[in-house]
């Protein structure tokens, strides 16, 4: 079976703009979180779907946001991006929403913001 | 809130030696779970155990185990005869049982970077 995938796995982008990231859960998993990795906060919770609908979100802007389709494929958009948000962006599937499902990563897209 | 804190941001490891990274946590919930995550430098976290907390007995996968102290709130991870393919950032991460509001959060410590010796 097919690992989570992510695309793309390097974004340069520059001040200002936006960017969309995309995760590709396992087959079959419905539920996709998203968390951002930097060196000086570490790995941080930004938002959980499961079956279309957002049930968790964690302490990030309004400018961070993300929907799931019904193929439980994900996106993550970050608009008016600032340098602070150079960060790696990793998602996880896990195939129920709750502690149960185990949640499996993927390789992460690295986001550099000039 | 729940907060999880790894006290080594170091560790290094001769092979085939034993080594024990450590973590503590900080929670008022009775059920949660506990994991050990492994970052390598391609940078895929890759889950190494999991831990229920209602459950008493250590978890165990091959080489690795978990020394689980519920009322110290203690979660340290054991790599016994350790490979070079064990260097990576170890992650302690706390998940909140289903019926929570946070369960679908998974809540990581600062990590432990591993490095293995000849």
């Known amino acids: 079976k097919a690992g989570v995938t992510q695309t793309p796995r390097y974004l340069i982008k520059t001040r200002g703009q936006q960017v969309t990231l995309s995760c590709s859960p396992i087959?079959?998993?419905?539920?996709v979180s998203w968390y951002q990795q930097t060196p000086g906060q570490g790995l941080q919770f930004l938002f959980e779907?499961?079956?279309?609908?957002?049930?968790n979100k964690g302490n990030f802007p309004g400018r961070f946001s993300g929907r799931q389709f019904s193929n439980s494929r994900s996106e993550m958009n970050v608009s008016t991006l600032e340098l602070g948000d150079s960060a790696l962006y990793l998602c996880?599937?896990?195939?129920?929403?709750?502690?149960?499902?185990?949640?499996?990563f993927g390789p992460g897209t690295r986001l550099t913001v000039l | 809130a729940q907060t999880v804190t790894q006290s080594q941001p170091e560790m290094s490891v001769q092979e085939a030696e034993t080594v024990t990274l450590s973590c503590t946590y900080d929670?008022?919930?009775?059920?949660?779970?506990l994991f050990w995550y492994k970052q390598p430098p391609s940078r895929q976290m890759i889950l190494v155990i999991r831990q229920e907390a209602y459950k008493q007995q250590n978890a165990t996968e091959n080489r690795f185990s978990v020394n689980f102290q519920k009322a110290a709130k203690s979660f340290s991870l054991k790599i016994s005869d350790s490979q070079l393919g064990d260097a990576a950032m170890y992650f302690c991460?706390?998940?909140?049982?289903?019926?929570?509001?946070?369960?679908?959060?998974?809540?990581f410590g600062t990590g432990t970077r591993l490095q293995v010796t000849l």
């Open positions: 991460a706390y998940r909140s049982p289903l019926n929570t509001g946070t369960a679908s959060k998974l809540t």
């Open positions: 779907y499961f079956s279309e609908t957002q049930r």
């Open positions: 087959s079959g998993h419905r539920s």
């Open positions: 929670t008022s919930e009775s059920d949660y779970y």
């Open positions: 996880a599937s896990s195939p129920t929403s709750g502690p149960r499902g185990e949640q499996f």
